[in-house]
């Protein structure tokens, strides 16, 4: 009701309100906003003197009064107000009105909802409560925060600078830094982060807080500390000295909050007794770090102590040292793996609901007895390649939601077309539809290390839109035509399509065609059961679209190569899980060339959408962009190569990747993935935007060296791709000169929805790497660490602290921190044979190495060193638990081994294309030096090369057998 709603915003502020015109918005809530004040029946004048909120109260009831007449008496209608005066004043008035408070509405309408009645009583304990400590006390432990209009005036002129805050886990009460917003000429001295000294200084600010800072005076400034701590995180920092100050600053105010769910622990019965008289009010301790302890009221802290439980922050006044919650719902017993995968949903906001009933009605039906098929007249509107190509998808193992298929073929021109083939899920999933605003609110599928939650509803991300072998289904298809000898692309097309995938392959088969290993046959399940004749040929013409997919892909990404793409290393962790889904082991996913031709091929397919809506929807396209990465994020990375004698060039993509390729250690391999996986540490997050909310310099593609890219290839588990689909049909209905099916969305609209996207996509990488370190410890949780040898394994040195250095161990893919000093303040020391023990010295830090000396003499860990470390887990009551390396040898546990035989063989593959890039770069440069005449106008309104192109000089250097090399 339009008075209720400005009632809030008037009572409760600005924020309030527009919570509230959200959850309206929200078209999955069915509500609907009534417009009372200018209904000429319900409208009711205000009377001379009446407060403003009398006036309201008595508005909302005679426009639900008139409700309940527009509804001839069929049904009651409840209007909930905590106002006493009114209850008494309008309880009785009318028959069929309801006037009640909102116990008395919980009471009377909903008694069986125990969890709400629980929630409401926790809410209403810890207002009364925080309304008597006001009273109580009067003293401030922290300064008050400057109202709203002084702190935005303060940011316009200067004064205050707007910022995010980020805690650091590991030392949240000391240490904490603000990422500036909106930064101006005005403060050319803040480059970096601002840091903030202690609770005081960040003035009741928590985690995730837009806030507005004072900066100190300069003789105030600090440094951050470059000692290690448990848990050390592998997060981007800038590499600083420990005396060196930076900006440093405290906060005065909050411009927004941004509280949410909290898991937290109760602490053990003895704390619960000595945190004083009434134990209803108990401090618990947060699950994040970076959050402080919460204060609650509750009478359960005895049963629950073993569990975790859900709170919400309601204030967090001058006067007190932590901030007032209540309590919301129970998680489960702590240490239970369902227990701790819904703390860590809860912590980063994803949402695992069911799908309503409401978006399950909307999905078409496929089962046995009624199976789905194709439509006759959606046919007639689509190009059927059934009969015409050779589609097939390439997958890990496992995978259900297949989003992608490839073909490719020779023409009747002995030109070839390469096919990218993408499930079309907008045919089922129409704009503004219940399951399209799910989708729209999750945003993304999200993957744990053992399960998946899908933005889409089964029966489409698993079934009618994934390319399952041998199924009809609907896709959304690029077919180009590629020049015969050069691959040049000549033609694009871009449509409607019905396909049918004749091969579900995973990865490890299709390279193992590519290698030649023809054993895999028997994994290739739509090759069993046909004769020998038929088998062969089949297999043969697999094998063909395989490789030439592969030389395809290698030519596209030669092309990238010289604009300046980098080839990063992350590092993904496959969790093995028995019969029983008990860890059976850890292992690191191998890269496999194949890898890199399908997603060589996804990416050629992203660029050339991005370029087609973009050319048609020029304000108001998706695209994902990758800005430049920050220079001092490269400190570290610059540093540790220099440890090796190479030398890093950040000053464009293209002198970074070729300085990688350049650093390599011909005896040990770990040497250049850990440069690359640093550098990756390094980049800016890549963003999807709205076209119309940046200048067209801001849409460069800096990890992939495209000018214009965004995301297609993956509609089943990102909305993001969704979006993209519904804008490419924009524009094929436009080539048609047709009007598009669907609307697009504005661009402020479209900003938004990509700020929502991105948020969720953060939110499910986190999640992602959250669940990955869960189950790393819980694989060594019940190992012993000192007799079980699966707990003893190499590691690498990548970093060096003032105590301790940041281990990388490529068996199980773990980074993390190993300490030079204990607790006990004894250092490590070194016996003849390697192993190490503590015994009383000294650290002394150098720029790549540190020494540690004792009585027994010195012992050195340099950068890139191997060592052996012992891993055991560190358990917390109410944080996640960690890994603890501890090293146990300063010698390596396993000789530096060489790759798998097809790592080595795709290296071999990848050295030859660099040489090639590097032969054409030569050449067209020594053709530019020598050339003395002056460039012709038509060349330079087209920008048309001289000579010999790229791809005509790879086809002079065909001798090389870059498409053969076989390693034996």
């Not at 003197?49 to 008496?73: F, M």
């Not at 030392?171 to 005081?200: H, P, W, Y």
């Not at 089964?458 to 000898?485: P, Q």
């Not at 996640?880 to 090293?887: V, Y």
Request: proline share 4%.
């Amino acid at each position: 009701m339009q008075t209720a709603c400005q009632a809030v915003q008037h009572q409760k502020g600005r924020r309030q309100y527009n919570k509230l015109r959200n959850l309206l918005k929200d078209a999955r809530h069915e509500c609907v906003m009534f417009f009372n004040e200018f209904q000429l029946y319900s409208y009711v004048p205000r009377e001379q003197g009446e407060p403003l909120e009398k006036w309201q109260t008595r508005c909302i009831y005679y426009a639900t009064v008139w409700y309940y007449n527009h509804l001839a008496g069929l049904m009651p209608v409840v209007m909930v107000t905590e106002d006493v005066e009114a209850i008494q004043k309008y309880g009785s008035e009318t028959d069929g009105v309801f006037v009640v408070s909102f116990k008395s509405y919980l009471e009377n309408f909903w008694p069986d909802l125990e969890a709400v009645h629980e929630l409401y009583e926790s809410i209403v304990q810890s207002r009364k409560e925080r309304e008597s400590e006001n009273q109580e006390k009067n003293g401030k432990e922290y300064a008050e925060h400057l109202p709203l209009e002084i702190l935005e005036a303060g940011i316009k002129s200067g004064r205050y600078i707007q910022g995010v805050l980020n805690v650091n886990k590991h030392r949240s009460q000391l240490e904490a830094f603000v990422r500036i917003q909106g930064l101006t000429n005005k403060r050319s001295e803040l480059e970096n982060d601002m840091l903030i000294c202690g609770t005081k200084a960040r003035n009741r600010a928590v985690q995730g807080d837009v806030v507005a800072v004072e900066l100190l005076p300069r003789n105030e400034w600090k440094g951050r500390v470059s000692v290690l701590c448990e848990n050390e995180p592998e997060e981007k920092t800038i590499e600083e000295t420990e005396s060196e100050p930076m900006a440093t600053g405290k906060i005065v105010g909050i411009i927004q909050r941004n509280w949410r769910d909290y898991v937290v622990s109760f602490p053990p019965k003895e704390d619960i007794q000595s945190q004083g008289k009434n134990v209803r009010k108990i401090l618990v301790t947060p699950w994040d770090y970076r959050i402080p302890k919460i204060r609650i009221s509750t009478q359960q802290a005895e049963s629950l102590k073993d569990c975790r439980i859900i709170v919400r922050i309601d204030s967090w006044d001058s006067t007190s040292l932590y901030p007032n919650g209540h309590f919301v719902k129970v998680l489960g017993r702590a240490g239970d793996l369902e227990t701790e995968i819904a703390a860590i949903l809860v912590e980063n906001s994803v949402s695992v609901s069911p799908f309503s009933e409401a978006q399950v009605h909307e999905m078409p039906v496929n089962t046995p007895e009624n199976p789905w098929k194709i439509d006759k007249e959606e046919q007639a509107r689509r190009v059927d390649l059934r009969n015409t190509h050779l589609v097939f998808s390439i997958d890990p193992k496992g995978c259900e939601d297949v989003d992608d298929a490839l073909s490719v073929r020779r023409l009747a021109n002995e030109n070839l077309e390469l096919g990218v083939h993408i499930a079309d899920v907008t045919h089922f999933v129409k704009l503004n539809s219940y399951t399209d605003l799910e989708a729209r609110s999750r945003a993304t599928t999200c993957y744990l290390a053992d399960r998946r939650y899908d933005m889409l509803p089964t029966v489409l991300s698993a079934d009618l839109c994934s390319l399952l072998g041998g199924a009809d289904r609907y896709a959304l298809s690029v077919l180009w035509e590629l020049d015969k000898t050069n691959y040049e692309v000549l033609k694009v097309w871009f449509g409607r399509t019905i396909i049918r995938s004749a091969y579900m392959m995973f990865y490890e088969a299709a390279q193992a065609l590519l290698d030649g290993n023809l054993s895999v046959m028997d994994d290739i399940s739509e090759l069993k059961g046909l004769d020998e004749k038929d088998k062969c040929r089949k297999l043969n013409d697999l094998i063909w679209a395989v490789e030439k997919l592969t030389e395809i892909a290698r030519h596209v990404r030669a092309k990238r190569d010289l604009g300046g793409a980098l080839e990063l290393e992350g590092i993904e962790l496959l969790v093995q899980l028995d019969e029983k889904k008990n860890i059976s082991d850890l292992v690191p996913k191998q890269p496999l060339e194949v890898h890199e031709t399908v997603a060589e091929c996804m990416i050629l397919a992203n660029h050339w959408v991005a370029k087609k809506i973009t050319e048609s929807s020029p304000h108001q396209a998706l695209l994902r962009r990758h800005p430049p990465p920050q220079q001092e994020f490269f400190a570290g990375l610059v540093e540790c190569a220099k440890a090796k004698g190479f030398q890093i060039d950040t000053r464009s993509n293209k002198a970074l990747a070729d300085s990688l390729d350049m650093a390599e250690d011909p005896d040990d391999v770990l040497v250049n993935k850990l440069l690359r996986s640093m550098a990756t540490q390094a980049m800016s997050n890549a963003l999807y935007f709205s076209t119309g909310s940046c200048s067209e310099d801001e849409f460069y593609h800096y990890g992939l060296a495209l000018e214009k890219y965004t995301h297609f290839t993956s509609p089943i588990r990102r909305y993001a791709d969704i979006v993209v689909h519904r804008l490419l049909m924009a524009a094929i209905m436009k080539d048609k000169k047709l009007e598009p099916e669907e609307p697009l969305l504005s661009n402020k609209d479209l900003a938004e929805l990509c700020h929502h996207i991105n948020n969720k996509n953060r939110a499910a990488q986190r999640v992602q790497k959250q669940s990955v370190e869960l189950f790393q410890c819980m694989y060594f949780k019940d190992k012993d660490p000192s007799s079980d040898d699966r707990c003893t394994s190499d590691g690498i040195i990548y970093s060096i602290r003032a105590n301790g250095v940041l281990v990388f161990v490529p068996r199980y893919g773990i980074k993390g921190a190993a300490f030079l000093k204990n607790k006990e303040g004894l250092v490590i020391s070194a016996k003849p044979d390697g192993t190490c023990d503590w015994k009383p010295g000294s650290l002394r830090r150098l720029r790549d190495k540190i020494i540690s000396t004792t009585t027994d003499g010195s012992v050195t860990f340099s950068l890139f060193e191997h060592i052996t470390v012992r891993i055991s887990v560190l358990s917390s009551r109410s944080h996640p638990d960690s890994i603890k390396l501890d090293i146990i040898s300063n010698q390596p546990r396993n000789t530096p081994g060489t790759e798998p035989t097809h790592e080595t063989s795709h290296t071999s593959k990848t050295d030859l294309v660099r040489d090639v890039i590097r032969s054409a770069e030569e050449a067209q440069l020594a053709q530019e030096h020598a050339k003395n005449t002056l460039i012709r106008d038509e060349d330079r309104e087209y920008c048309q090369t001289q000579g010999n192109s790229l791809y005509s000089l790879l086809e002079e250097i065909k001798e090389l057998a870059l498409l053969d090399v076989k390693v034996g």
